[in-house]
């Protein structure tokens, strides 16, 4: 939708490459990604936006691709798919947001993923799990 391009996946599976202002599966909404959400011009941040079910709706690529956050003048934390050379999926959780974790492919792109509220990202199993409860 909305002028996107589709390609094709392994498996008889697609992917649509979204314009910039549209994102979802198949770019059906407009991108939530509001101007400068990263911060000044001068900062370099590009906002990825992540979608409206998820618990966060954007996130910076700061830096570069050094450093990802919620704003590129504010708390950052390391990209983690920087130190990801291999081109297989790996999965890291973020510090910004329990839910959010990113999929990295051996670039320094990160795929910005969320689990289904009230899951989390669990690094011991590598996937959403239920959240540990502390008393």
Same mark, same amino acid.
């Given at each position: ?46 906002? @990825?936006?992540? /979608?409206? #079910?998820? +618990?966060?709706?954007?996130? *910076? ?5 050094? =450093? ?34 990113? @999929?990295?492919? /051996?670039? #320094?792109? +990160?795929?910005?993923?969320? *689990? ?5 990202? =669990? ?13």
């Amino acid at each position: 939708m909305n002028g996107a391009r589709c390609v094709d996946m392994p498996e008889s599976k697609y992917k649509c490459q979204c314009r910039i202002g549209f994102t979802g599966n198949h770019c059906e909404n407009k991108d939530v990604c509001p101007p400068n959400a990263c911060g000044s011009s001068s900062s370099g941040g590009v906002c @990825l936006s992540i /979608g409206y #079910n998820s +618990p966060i709706n954007h996130l *910076c690529w700061c830096q570069k691709g050094q =450093s990802i956050g919620l704003d590129c003048n504010k708390t950052m934390e390391t990209n983690p798919c920087n130190n990801v050379k291999e081109s297989k999926d790996i999965k890291f959780g973020l510090k910004l947001n329990p839910s959010v974790y990113v @999929l990295c492919d /051996g670039t #320094n792109k +990160p795929q910005i993923k969320f *689990c289904q509220h009230p899951l989390v990202y =669990s690094e011991a199993i590598g996937d959403c799990d239920w959240a540990e409860y502390k008393k």
